[in-house]
T-cell receptor, first 112, second 112 residues
Framework: NAGVTQTPKFQVLKTGQSMTLQCAQD?????MYWYRQDPGMGLRLIYY???????DKGEVPNGYNVSRLNKREFSLRLESAAPSQTSVYFC???????????FGPGTRLTVL | AQRVTQPEKLLSVFKGAPVELKCNYS??????LFWYVQYSRQRLQLLLR??SRESIKGFTADLNKGETSFHLKKPFAQEEDSAMYYC??????????????FGQGTELSVKP
């Protein structure tokens, strides 16, 4: 099993550009999450999807949109990137009956 | 307000010294808590969960309901323990003012 995978690993954008971060898991997990990690701020939840077909806002949703494409995939879209969105983005998933989260390797995004 | 807090952003110790990373919680009901570890530029991975009461890589953590704490301890720190440590409840975790999912993390630096 690959676990949780994310693409791309690195990305540089200019202010105003858009992009989609992809996340997939092969563990048949119901719940999926997007976090951003910034120095001194720890991990902050952007959006989550408790199950296929549902999404909900987390702590810092402004400037982002998500799509739960199917049970495996959960994408995060930046419609108009801003320098404040420079961060490392982590995707995670969790199965039914378990509370442990499994994390992807992260996407390091720089917005110039 | 319900929350999980890690009061120390940075903890620096010498190799062989004891380590204690603090985690305090304040919410009603029976808490379920986890410790995650993130080695440099890697994904987060589960280190300990309080239910299992196990010892991983020499680390232990006991849930103290009287002190509302879940501190992570190791009697003799090793250089390879240098990492970011997060204390976390299972997701999603709501507090009255928003959605606090993770503690802010403590960076452990073990010096030779």
């Amino acid at each position: 099993n690959a676990g949780v995978t994310q693409t791309p690993k690195f990305q540089v954008l200019k202010t105003g550009q858009s992009m989609t971060l992809q996340c997939a898991q092969d563990m048949n997990h119901n719940s999926m999450y997007w976090y951003r990690q910034d120095p001194g701020m720890g991990l902050r939840l952007i959006y989550y999807s408790a199950s296929e077909g549902t999404t909900d806002k987390g702590e810092v949703p402004n400037g982002y949109n998500v799509s739960r494409l199917n049970k495996r995939e959960f994408s995060l879209r930046l419609e108009s990137a801003a320098p404040s969105q420079t961060s490392v983005y982590f995707c995670a998933s969790r199965g039914l009956g378990g509370n442990e989260q499994f994390f992807g390797p992260g996407t390091r995004l720089t917005v110039l | 307000a319900q929350r999980v807090t890690q009061p120390e952003k940075l903890l620096s110790v010498f190799k062989g010294a004891p380590v204690e990373l603090k985690c305090n919680y304040s919410y009603s009901g029976s808490p379920e808590l986890f410790w995650y570890v993130q080695y440099s530029r890697q994904r987060l991975q589960l280190l300990l969960r309080h239910i299992s009461r196990e010892s991983i890589k020499g680390f232990t953590a006991d849930l103290n309901k009287g002190e509302t704490s879940f501190h992570l301890k190791k009697p003799f720190a090793q250089e390879e323990d240098s990492a970011m440590y997060y204390c976390a409840p299972p997701p999603p975790f709501y507090n009255q003012g928003g959605k606090l999912i993770f503690g802010q993390g403590t960076e452990l630096s073990v010096k030779p």
